[in-house]
């Protein structure tokens, strides 16, 4: 297991029970996804993972360590080992290409060279290679807010690569997107997945990109897991239990 989710629940301040006692383990080299209703507490059980926010009680195992309220410099080195992907892309829209994806070295780059953005030839041949890996590196010199969006999330693709993440998280990576691009972009975390052995834990909304992508389901309802399997297991009964009764799949071609 490359990470172990025991009991985890997490309560917000203004009372909202966000997980109720979610529990599951996740094997290298999956491509777990997690499906459920808006609200239904997918983000928050990512932020849970990555440390973004602190879970109330339970516990996260990542790499044989929990690492459920670690602090300080030992938490700063295991967020250097999950990359996160998020839905708006949190590009600094002002930089080029280029300068954003080397922002996923800073967390491991001294101050006074991160100040200066004076990186070694290394981490620059990096950020080209990851560049590569999604397909932009002819956009490098260019500002990010001149990019589609399509384009911007690969650019954070990119970014998150300059980690070389054990575990990429993504939290609805294609809900900003149109069809066609949505397959595109998955596209890349197949490939990374599956070329280069990252485990993936992806929130996503359409059953068709799950049936697609997925090794591996979990869907969360009212912050509980209501189903734990396979993609093509996930039939009209299933839909129902954790979209509701009223619910109407929608095809991502």
């Not at 044989?64 to 938490?75: P, Q, R, S």
Request: charge should be positive; proline fraction near 3%.
């Amino acid at each position: 297991m490359i990470l172990e989710i025991n009991n985890l629940n997490k309560i917000y301040s203004n009372g909202t029970h966000a997980l109720k006692g979610v529990s599951f383990g996740v094997e290298k080299g999956e491509f777990l996804v997690i499906i459920g209703l808006s609200g239904s507490g997918k983000s928050t059980l990512l932020r849970c993972i990555n440390r973004l926010i602190e879970p109330t009680s339970g516990t996260v195992t990542f790499l044989g360590k929990d690492i459920t309220h670690v602090k300080g410099e030992e938490l700063r080195k295991t967020k250097s080992k999950i990359g996160m992907v998020f839905q708006h892309f949190n590009l600094i829209k002002r930089h080029s290409v280029f300068t954003n994806v080397l922002s996923g070295k800073l967390g491991s780059t001294p101050t006074c060279q991160s100040i200066f953005k004076k990186f070694p030839k290394a981490t620059m041949e990096k950020a080209n290679e990851c560049l590569q890996i999604v397909g932009i590196e002819e956009k490098a010199k260019l500002r990010a807010d001149t990019l589609s969006g399509g384009q911007q999330q690969r650019v954070a693709i990119a970014r998150s690569l300059m980690q070389a993440p054990d575990l990429l998280l993504a939290d609805e990576p294609v809900a900003s997107l149109d069809p066609a691009t949505s397959n595109s972009v998955m596209q890349y975390f197949e490939k990374i997945n599956r070329e280069m052995g990252t485990t993936v834990i992806c929130n996503l909304h359409f059953l068709s990109l799950v049936r697609r992508y997925a090794t591996r389901v979990i869907a969360l309802k009212a912050g509980e897991i209501v189903y734990e399997g396979l993609p093509v297991d996930i039939n009209d009964g299933w839909f129902k239990t954790i979209y509701g009764e009223e619910a109407m799949e929608v095809e991502v071609r």
